[in-house]
């Protein structure tokens, strides 16, 4: 059994915890990142003519409509709730979010005719200004 000086253990353990920290350091930097993950896409919308329901009620089919591309999730759409709290905003008067699989399927719906036509036919007729954010579930 070999015995250790006092000064050596010290510096032994000083090297120890230096090689644990190092690797702990090191797995984080060169673990591959997972997958990508699903990207939310938010568009918000100022109608037009807002009293009108029948507009509203046209660009949620349409939404919803949107389902049948390739790498949708899920499309939900509706209206603004009355403020809950100081820093809430009801300014818009419709709300559209799609969950995509990944940022690929983001970029495919962009260029899908299906979207093109509804942009065209509903969005720009029914719809004086939008905004789109796009969220990912990293």
Known sequence: MRQFK????GALGAFAALAICS??????????????STVTHV???WLKHPERAADRAQ??????????????????????IP???P??????????????????ALLRYE?????????RRYLRPLVRHYE???LTGR
């Open 6 to 9: 006092a000064g050596q253990n």
């Open 23 to 36: 690797s702990i350091f090191l797995s984080g930097c060169l673990t591959t990142p997972p997958p990508s």
């Open 43 to 45: 568009v918000l919308m």
């Open 59 to 80: 660009l949620i089919r349409a939404s919803h409509s949107l389902r049948v591309i390739p790498g949708v999730l899920r499309v939900q759409a509706g209206g603004a």
């Open 83 to 85: 403020p809950v709290g």
């Open 87 to 104: 820093h809430t905003s009801r300014d818009f008067d419709l709300g559209v979010v799609i969950t995509f699989r990944d940022r690929a």
């Open 111 to 119: 260029k899908d005719p299906r979207h093109v036509e509804a942009v």
């Open 132 to 134: 789109v954010y796009n």
